[in-house]
């Protein structure tokens, strides 16, 4: 199990920072996640471990943002490992100011949004795997994916600069 937990590593990382926002709650999640998950290798099933340690760091953080454990938005991430990675390689994943604009959209959407938002379009999941994983009927991982990209094409389209470029 610990070999195929460390192929999962870097997707984990990429959807901590994606949930929190936050590099230094995005470490702590991350690590708790790993920690948690070595601990209750006994309790995997043997069927989808990626699915069972995101399901283990959506509780975690559900339980975090609950808790009122979040970490002042005053310190955010600058460089949000994984989240440019993520794509094709388009250039423009590769601008700093592009990137810190998605991370402050993605900060306007709620944890709930945020998470099926980044399961499906960041990790590739489908609407069934979501459901299984954040024990949520289809139907509500169809609605609040539909809500998030609403919200984010919202927060982006206010953010919006205009090229002054002549023609």
Avoid: K
């Avoid at 945020?114 to 609605?143: C, D, F, N, W």
Wanted: proline share 4%; net charge positive; no cysteine.
């Amino acid at each position: 199990m610990r070999a195929e937990l460390m192929s999962h590593l870097p997707a984990l990382r990429r959807y901590a920072y994606g949930l929190t926002g936050n590099r230094d709650a995005a470490e702590d999640l991350f690590q708790a996640t790993v920690a948690r998950a070595l601990e209750n290798q006994r309790s995997w099933r043997g069927i989808n471990l990626r699915g069972w340690l995101f399901a283990i760091m959506t509780n975690l953080n559900r339980n975090r943002v609950r808790d009122g454990r979040r970490t002042p938005e005053s310190v955010p991430f600058e460089d949000a490992p994984g989240l440019a990675a993520a794509g094709d390689g388009a250039e423009e994943a590769r601008d700093p100011l592009l990137q810190r604009r998605l991370v402050a959209a993605l900060d306007t959407l709620s944890p709930d949004m945020r998470a099926v938002l980044l399961l499906v379009v960041l990790e590739g999941y489908s609407y069934g795997e979501v459901a299984r994983v954040l024990e949520i009927p289809m139907g509500t991982v169809m609605s609040r994916l539909s809500r998030a990209r609403r919200g984010l094409a919202t927060a982006l389209r206010q953010d919006n600069i205009v090229s002054m470029t002549q023609r």
